[in-house]
């Protein structure tokens, strides 16, 4: 059994990544600041948190939870506003990778996005390892900082990390996304893969 975090664990695969890992035996903890996710929908068996990642008390949160994995899948992909996005997408994970650093989790799970270039950028390398996603949105570029965040941090600090890509959740079950987090707990060691392609990209 091992001690998880869910960030954005109120959210639609948050939830169901939630649900995986207790039936898996897990204790899970959550934190949400359920702008978008449903204190319903966290399963009672997991200890609740409601609050933004980029607070400096989501130090308090790792010192309670003492946490083996983090499942970072918080972010705000509204796409309606570019400073929020960049405050949760960015800032807000540096502030889990500075959690995960002080109180020694062994690995990070991080949600990122499958990123479409738009027809006119097509020969771009869709796959986007590492070179800005050109002709991508506001959120597709912050997902794409915080995966470079990552990887910085296990270059600098030992952090293991799996990078998950989610395709759009109308081209895979959300069950199977969920599943795909639990893999990584052993899986992919610092590796980039994009979900449903069984391809390592990076």
Same mark, same amino acid.
């Given at each position: 059994?091992?001690k998880c975090?869910? #960030?954005?664990?109120?959210?639609?695969?948050g939830?169901?990544t939630?649900?995986?890992?207790?039936?898996?035996?897990?204790?899970?903890?959550?934190v949400? *600041?359920?702008?978008s996710?449903? !204190?319903?929908d966290?399963?009672d068996?997991? @200890?609740?948190?409601?609050?933004?990642?980029?607070?400096?008390?989501?130090? *308090?949160?790792? +010192?309670?939870? +003492?946490?083996?994995?983090?499942f970072?899948?918080?972010a705000?992909t +509204?796409g309606?506003?570019p400073l !929020?996005e960049?405050? %949760?997408?960015v800032l807000? #994970?540096i502030n889990v990778l500075?959690?995960?650093?002080k109180?020694?989790v062994k690995k990070?799970?991080y949600?990122s %996005? !499958?990123i479409?270039p738009?027809a006119?950028?097509a020969v771009?390398?869709?796959?986007?390892?590492? #070179?800005p996603p050109i002709?991508?949105?506001?959120? =597709?570029? #912050?997902?794409w900082v915080?995966e470079?965040?990552v990887r910085i /941090?296990?270059e600098?600090h030992?952090l293991? /990390?799996?990078?998950? !890509? /989610?395709p759009t959740?109308? @081209?895979?079950?959300?069950?199977?996304?969920?599943?795909?987090n639990l893999?990584a707990?052993?899986?992919?060691k *610092?590796a %980039?893969?994009?979900?449903? %392609?069984?391809? =390592?990209s990076?």
């Amino acid at each position: 059994m091992a001690k998880c975090l869910v #960030t954005g664990g109120a959210g639609f695969i948050g939830s169901h990544t939630v649900e995986a890992l207790l039936e898996s035996g897990h204790e899970v903890a959550v934190v949400d *600041n359920l702008r978008s996710g449903y !204190r319903i929908d966290v399963h009672d068996s997991a @200890r609740f948190y409601e609050l933004d990642i980029d607070l400096p008390d989501l130090q *308090n949160i790792f +010192q309670k939870t +003492q946490a083996d994995f983090v499942f970072h899948l918080a972010a705000d992909t +509204q796409g309606h506003n570019p400073l !929020r996005e960049a405050q %949760t997408n960015v800032l807000g #994970t540096i502030n889990v990778l500075e959690c995960c650093i002080k109180h020694g989790v062994k690995k990070i799970i991080y949600a990122s %996005t !499958r990123i479409e270039p738009v027809a006119e950028f097509a020969v771009v390398a869709p796959l986007f390892n590492s #070179t800005p996603p050109i002709g991508a949105s506001h959120k =597709d570029l #912050t997902k794409w900082v915080g995966e470079m965040y990552v990887r910085i /941090y296990q270059e600098l600090h030992g952090l293991d /990390y799996s990078i998950l !890509r /989610y395709p759009t959740e109308d @081209r895979m079950h959300v069950g199977d996304i969920a599943e795909a987090n639990l893999l990584a707990m052993s899986e992919g060691k *610092n590796a %980039t893969i994009d979900i449903g %392609t069984k391809k =390592d990209s990076f």
